[in-house]
């Protein structure tokens, strides 16, 4: 069975700092990877998948993530956060074999002026 | 490509009532997706569609729970009877299956969500 750990519930930054939000994942098979992000009372908005092309995949608004089999990782980055960084962003995982998505409970970000 | 939509945005009922939430895929995808997502936690997935065929159902989707995709458009996502434990965003997604050598993942893109309050 697939299944996404999440590390911090709540991570809070300055403008500026690097954003770091982990993502651990288990799979019986080589996975998909996904990083959504959600604001306030809206859907989820896909910022980078991973399909085994690369293991660094970059992202929509400056954020990447990095691939690690060995580590079972997938954390997602960003050099430099901005004030409308902050949301909830969400890690999931699915396979080959099943389509639906294996979410985390997800990170809110919190970026200090 | 006007995204995935839903409605109503939101629906606040009373135990005990049907409720009925849509959800219009983009244009062209063949496959849908409906996900429960409750306070503090990530989607949950419910149940998926190619074109109108459902092809999977998870355990979350009790009896109560029904969902329909005629002529492989819209999906409708009903509830019966609800109660208290079903308030939650109901979430829709739609992807289009990859063609023949292209990476073998659909990219689901989400709609805005129905927000549903049960009192």
């Known amino acids: 069975a697939q299944s996404v750990t999440q590390l911090g519930s709540h991570v809070s930054v300055s403008e500026g700092a690097l954003v770091l939000l982990r993502c651990n994942y288990s799979s019986s098979v080589p996975p998909y990877l996904f990083w959504y992000v959600q604001y306030p009372n809206q859907g989820l908005q896909l910022l980078l998948k991973y399909t085994s092309a690369a293991t660094l995949v970059k992202g929509i608004n400056g954020f990447e993530a990095e691939f690690k089999k060995s580590e079972t990782s997938f954390h997602l980055t960003k050099p430099s956060a901005h004030m409308s960084d902050a949301a909830e962003y969400f890690c999931a995982v699915s396979d080959s074999g099943r389509r639906a998505l294996t979410f985390g409970s997800g990170t809110r970000l919190q970026v200090q002026p | 490509d006007t995204g995935v939509s839903q409605d109503p945005r939101h629906k606040i009922t009373k135990r005990g009532q049907n409720v009925t939430f849509r959800c219009d895929p983009i244009?062209?995808?063949?496959?849908l997706y409906w996900y429960r997502q409750t306070l503090g936690q990530g989607p949950e997935f419910l149940t998926y569609f190619q074109n109108e065929a459902q092809l999977e159902k998870s355990r979350l989707l009790s009896d109560r729970f029904s969902a329909e995709r005629p002529k492989g458009s819209f999906s409708t996502l009903e509830i019966q009877r609800t109660e208290q434990g079903d308030s939650a965003m109901y979430l829709c997604?739609?992807?289009?299956?990859?063609?023949?050598?292209?990476?073998?993942?659909?990219?689901?893109?989400f709609g805005p969500g129905t927000r549903l309050t049960v009192l």
């Open positions: 244009s062209e995808h063949n496959r």
């Open positions: 997604a739609s992807s289009h299956i990859p063609g023949q050598g292209v990476d073998g993942t659909d990219t689901q893109y």
